[in-house]
């Protein structure tokens, strides 16, 4: 696959003014010529391997933070950002984005900070202003969900756990007992009412419900050992320099990660990924994991020189309201919207045991393959009733060609049409539509009614 250019104006900017330099002096000290390093400054260049080393060398800089300091997330994030309907009479092309970029990164970054915060939109998936998740996934999306020191520590540990057992999960509770002192104890659903998992430091024991499944279990065991990358975490953690909530759920979003890449260390799993065709079923059944587990690992496989392919996820409930959304490096807006009735990710609900498979086009004109499938959660009910959720896979269709689940489709024909909830979808002949697009004017007329139940002014 070819690698992304990596156009980091912003950083190297911020990194020169910081130490005082003027361009002249930080490009004989980087071994380049002045003009090249302007170019770079305004994105009009990518930063080279070459620099990326003399930056580190020179200065002690760590090369994460050029992927991870983009204004607003990158330009891909400013892009979604954009494509709100409110923005809609303004037509700013790609190349006025990249010119504001690269020319403005403070007022791009101030803008990006100022939409997440009025609740970005009418179908914002957020709880509103300040929202601590909001903040988090934020943060994630600067990373592009993919932390490479804890994909390095997790496959060191995961290595050094095979030698001693081909159990992950015996092994996994061996170390915990022999080098943290906790045992493991699986209780009876009544004597953890209302609880899946408990630390108990006076007895020293971890202590899951019988309620878990047996790769709920081992995350369990994986996220105790999370603590073996304490160092890690804690430098993420404080680097995102978050509020107290958002801070706390960052830190239980690292551990999770961490955990993940303990049950499907990054190497074996992305070998796994390409010789099966990214099949899903296979991959749960190799590394004794769930769907919901194999598919959010899947948006994490970005380790320069061995990235994987580009996906994003969502975690959709009944009311499809979407508790979980990774956009990985995919680019998608599928990742950042609300959820269009006409994809067929929440029929999932009704086929439980199937996994269904939709080429959908947005109204960009970018086509997705999409794959999704219902899930449960533990067993837990309330008054009866079990949580469900659609966990669903994105991929461009451009890239999809390899895929197991992509045979005998033909990614280059029909596409369903779909939005990003009513209210960010502009398609005039859309039978499910439930409110006009935010800021058109909703129009009744007594002699004609056309597609959708809802018309809509042009502007």
């Known amino acids: 696959m070819v690698e992304r250019k990596l156009f980091a104006g912003h950083p190297v900017r911020r990194l020169r003014r910081r130490l005082g330099l003027t361009q002249s002096a930080m490009a004989e000290a980087l071994g380049v010529s002045p003009s090249y390093l302007n170019l770079v400054e305004r994105n009009q260049r990518p930063v080279s391997a070459a620099l990326m080393l003399r930056l580190a060398e020179v200065y002690d800089f760590d090369p994460r933070q050029l992927a991870a300091e983009e204004p607003g997330g990158g330009a891909e994030a400013i892009r979604r950002r954009l494509a709100d309907p409110i923005f809609a009479d303004l037509e700013i092309d790609r190349h006025q984005m990249e010119e504001w970029l690269a ?17 970005a939109g009418p179908d914002a998936p957020d709880a509103g202003p300040g929202d601590p998740g909001r903040e988090v996934r934020r943060e994630i999306e600067r990373w592009r969900n993919h932390f490479p020191d804890l994909d390095a520590a997790a496959e ?3 290595d050094e756990l095979r030698q001693g057992a081909g159990d992950l999960y015996g092994a996994m509770a061996e170390r915990l007992r022999v080098k943290h002192q906790l045992s493991v104890r699986i209780l009876p ?4 009412p209302g609880l899946f998992k408990r630390l108990d430091l006076h007895a020293r024991q971890i202590q899951l419900s019988e309620l878990l499944e ?17 160092a890690e975490i804690d430098a993420l953690v404080h680097g995102a320099a978050l509020g107290r909530v958002a801070e706390g759920l960052y830190r239980r979003h690292l551990t999770g990660y961490f955990a993940a890449a303990l049950m499907m260390p990054y190497a074996r799993f992305l070998r796994a990924c390409e010789a099966s065709g990214y099949d899903v079923e296979l991959l749960q059944r190799r590394f004794g994991a769930s769907f919901e587990q194999v598919a959010h690992r ?5 380790r320069v020189g061995a990235r994987g392919l580009p996906f994003f996820m969502l975690r959709v409930d009944r009311a499809g309201q979407v508790s979980k959304r990774y956009a990985g490096a995919s680019g998608s807006p599928m990742a950042e919207g609300g959820v269009c009735p006409l994809w067929n990710g929440l029929e999932a609900f009704a086929r439980p045991d199937e996994l269904l498979v939709q080429l959908v086009e947005l109204e960009d004109d970018s086509r997705w393959l999409t794959l999704a499938r219902c899930t449960g959660r533990h067993g837990m009910q309330v ?5 469900r959720f659609a966990v669903a896979l994105g991929l461009a269709a451009s890239e999809a060609g390899t895929l197991a689940a992509a045979r005998g489709i033909d990614l280059g024909g ?3 049409p779909i939005g990003l909830g009513c209210r960010a979808c502009t398609r005039p002949d859309c039978p499910q ?3 006009p697009p935010a800021g058109r004017r909703m129009v009744a007329s007594e002699r004609e009614r056309g597609v959708s139940p809802i018309g809509f002014a042009g502007d």
């Not at 659903?189 to 953890?192: C, H, R, T």
């Not at 995350?219 to 990358?229: D, H, K």
């Not at 008054?383 to 949580?387: E, K, L, Q, T």
Request: aromatic share 4%; hydrophobic share 55%; net charge positive.
């Open 103 to 119: 020319g403005a990164p403070g007022g791009a970054e101030a803008f990006a900070r100022a939409y997440d915060r009025i609740g």
């Open 156 to 158: 060191a540990l995961a």
């Open 189 to 192: 659903a009544e004597v953890m």
């Open 214 to 230: 047996p790769s709920a279990r081992t995350m369990a065991l994986a996220e105790r050992l999370a603590v073996e990358a304490g």
């Open 298 to 302: 899947l948006t994490t496989l970005q």
């Open 383 to 387: 008054a009866g009733v079990r949580a």
């Open 414 to 416: 029909p596409a369903v």
């Open 433 to 435: 539509r439930s409110a």
